[in-house]
């Protein structure tokens, strides 16, 4: 891994890492790893706390080159707990620490400001921490405990990471017009040392989400993505269908389509794919012919 022309690898000094670029420490804290590491190097470090030095490089890498896309290569040696551990842990410094900064500074701005403007920065600010909440919360209850279940091999729902995937929301634009109602509209009487302290803040969240949103798109989803190809390929042997799956068989079997099998059955389209996978998986059986005489020959159909 490069970082300009400089190498980050794990035998380089913990120190020099930090020096380097202080923004780590961020880094460093969220995946579980604490100071006092003296002239330590990076893997003796992430050793001793259990954390895997390659992904911890890799979020550094990612966090400090915006540019940078992983290989598949680099993927696979991706501990995906030490990922969830660093995301959970930053939705933790969100909501404790940085919203609750950049909350204290808006107070502290808009005190001398008239009703008006209290009502409409404090409204818009509201909304989007109900905003952040809420993604933080689908996050935190559907998607990392489907990725554990993954990692378990206990699956037991339909979610797939192409779900997340596909309505992961940008968290960062109601900041970005946070930024411009507050640089461009306020009136005047406004301090503008407090006008640059919580202009600081907001860039500060925001560059940050940012480069969270990147590490979930180019290490968690890619990973995750990595981990689904590998259990559909992976046949089952032993593990029964289930009645739908036996259903969605039979359906396959007699030529419906995705659509046809969705609205018979009166559920989504993705949740037929769901089935259709957990089929292949579990039976090893990946062309429609071959499901065809799999039905036949086991009297589904």
């Not at 500074?105 to 403007?117: N, V, Y």
């Not at 969240?205 to 190809?229: C, F």
Request: proline letters at 3%.
């Amino acid at each position: 891994m490069t970082i300009n022309g400089d190498i980050l690898h794990p035998g380089m000094k913990m120190a020099d890492l930090m020096n380097r670029d202080f923004t780590l420490s961020g880094v460093m804290e969220r995946v579980g790893l604490s100071f006092g590491f003296g002239d330590e190097t990076v893997e003796e470090v992430c050793s001793r706390a259990g954390v895997n030095t390659a992904t911890f490089l890799l979020i550094c890498e990612v966090y400090l080159s915006e540019d940078y896309t992983p290989s598949r290569q680099t993927l696979e040696n991706v501990d995906l707990r030490d990922v969830l551990r660093y995301l959970r842990l930053s939705h933790t410094w969100y909501e404790g620490t940085a919203v609750k900064s950049l909350s204290d500074a808006l107070d502290s701005l808009m005190a001398p400001c008239g009703d008006t403007h209290k009502m409409i920065i404090s409204r818009f600010f509201s909304d989007y921490m109900k905003e952040l909440e809420r993604h933080f919360e689908y996050e935190e209850s559907v998607v990392f405990p489907y990725v554990e279940a993954m990692l378990d091999k206990d699956v037991k729902d339909d979610f797939s990471i192409g779900q997340y995937e596909k309505h992961h929301s940008d968290v960062q634009e109601k900041l970005d017009d946070l930024k411009k109602l507050i640089m461009t509209y306020l009136p005047p009487e406004c301090d503008q040392q407090l006008i640059h302290t919580a202009l600081s803040e907001l860039f500060a969240l925001e560059t940050d989400l940012r480069k969270h949103t990147i590490i979930e798109d180019r290490i968690l989803i890619p990973a995750v993505n990595r981990l689904e190809d590998s259990e559909e390929d992976s046949p089952a042997p032993g593990e029964k269908l289930s009645a739908r799956e036996i259903e969605i068989l039979a359906a396959v079997a007699q030529g419906l389509l995705n659509k046809e099998i969705a609205s018979k059955y009166n559920i989504s389209i993705h949740t037929v794919i769901t089935h259709r996978k957990n089929i292949v998986r579990k039976t090893g059986i990946k062309t429609i012919a071959g499901l065809t005489a799999y039905a036949i020959l086991n009297n589904l159909i």
